[in-house]
């Protein structure tokens, strides 16, 4: 069974940086597109970013979109999520996930379209 294994949570002030990581268990899965959700307590788990398998088109949730970037690593099966001028707003567990076969015309913002998720990381932004 695929496992997605997220890491780079922690406490940050507002205005801080964290990088979050994601990889799959097995390199044999290098060919999915990955993305990161996130649920703040008491709300629904929501889309954030996401990238093609080949990295070649990126998507952002407007609120992050200038502040957060997504990115694959050279071997393209691990994922990063570079979070800069952190907000209170930010806080909320993070998800990785992976999609073996979205639509070519996907913006990946739908969870019905993924097929692997992650255990979730902690991302807390102080104010």
């Known amino acids: 069974q695929l496992q997605l294994i997220e890491s780079g949570g922690g406490l940050v002030q507002a205005g801080g940086s964290l990088r979050l990581s994601c990889a799959p268990s097995?390199?044999?899965?290098?060919?999915?597109?990955l993305g990161w959700f996130r649920q703040a307590p008491g709300k629904e788990r929501d889309f954030v970013a996401a990238v093609t398998w080949s990295g070649d088109r990126t998507y952002y949730k407007d609120s992050v979109r200038g502040r957060f970037a997504i990115s694959r690593g050279t071997a393209r099966n691990t994922m990063y999520l570079q979070m800069n001028n952190l907000k209170p707003e930010d806080t909320a567990i993070y998800y990785c996930?992976?999609?073996?076969?979205?639509?070519?015309?996907?913006?990946?913002?739908?969870?019905?379209?993924?097929?692997?998720w992650g255990q979730g990381t902690q991302v807390t932004v102080s104010s």
């Open positions: 996930a992976g999609a073996l076969d979205p639509d070519s015309d996907s913006d990946l913002t739908q969870e019905g379209e993924y097929d692997y």
């Open positions: 097995s390199a044999r899965y290098s060919s999915m597109s």
